[in-house]
């Protein structure tokens, strides 16, 4: 099947530093790679979509110099949040697509990263 | 108003149940139609999808759309321990799969 990793699993970080997560297609290449977002009990909401080699298209709402989104390859997208604060700590979820055509184009997700900014 | 309602839950049943679980959506645009399983802390599975209106059923697993009520239905049959988890549907109006717009999920505990 179509494995997605992203690292880390968990992060702790001060306020107003910053921090990178990986999101990773292990067995395939995704074109697009998605960044949501989840809060305690509720539902993923999709700040950004990005493909390779372009820059993201964001979400309304969701500040593009606060959350940094890097495509750089057909494997790796990167989100970095900048200058976190503890309103920033959520669990934030990657997924992939590879574009194959077919009548869905299915997304897989990544196990999330748990980010707590104290 | 939320384009995508979902009972939160919890819901209980006893092992063996069948769980019944349903998302009524607002967006006529909508045409896929996905249901996911999420454990706890981990990223959403792919359980099913359903292309406009109609049924599709995979092993113990049926998921329906009613498109003229805009409403979507998910049934677990014999229930397990392990299905124990938070459903979330999901529907999107391209088959490119873009932009997902999820349901808040609802929780289901299945009791031994």
């Known amino acids: 099947g179509a494995v997605v990793s992203q690292h880390p699993s968990w992060v702790i970080c001060k306020s107003g530093t910053s921090v990178k997560i990986e999101c990773r297609s292990l067995?395939?290449?995704?074109?697009?790679m998605f960044w949501y977002r989840q809060f305690p009990k509720q539902s993923l909401m999709l700040m950004a979509t990005?493909?390779?080699?372009?820059?993201?298209?964001?979400e309304q709402g969701v500040e593009k110099d606060k959350f940094l989104i890097n495509h750089a390859s057909l494997t790796l997208s990167t989100l970095t949040v900048t200058s976190a604060h503890p309103e920033d700590s959520s669990f934030y979820i990657c997924?992939?697509?590879?574009?194959?055509?077919?009548?869905?184009?299915?997304?897989?997700f990544g196990p999330g990263t748990r980010l707590t900014v104290l | 108003q939320k384009e995508v309602e979902q009972d939160p839950g919890p819901l209980s049943v006893p092992e063996g149940a069948i769980v019944s679980l349903n998302c009524t959506y607002s967006?006529?645009?909508?045409?896929?139609f996905m249901w996911y399983r999420q454990y706890s802390r981990k990223g959403p599975e792919l359980l099913m999808y359903?292309?406009?209106?109609g049924n599709k059923e995979d092993g113990r697993f049926t998921a329906q759309v009613d498109k003229s009520s805009k409403y979507i239905s998910l049934f677990i049959r014999d229930s397990q321990p392990s299905d124990s988890a938070t459903y979330l549907c999901?529907?999107?109006?391209?088959?490119?799969?873009?932009?997902?717009?999820f349901g808040g999920g609802t929780r289901v505990l299945v009791k031994p």
């Open positions: 997924s992939a697509r590879a574009d194959r055509g077919g009548v869905y184009n299915e997304q897989f």
């Open positions: 967006n006529s645009a909508f045409q896929y």
């Open positions: 999901a529907m999107s109006a391209s088959a490119a799969g873009n932009k997902l717009t």
């Open positions: 990005s493909n390779e080699g372009s820059k993201a298209t964001y």
């Open positions: 359903t292309y406009s209106s």
């Open positions: 067995d395939f290449q995704a074109t697009t």
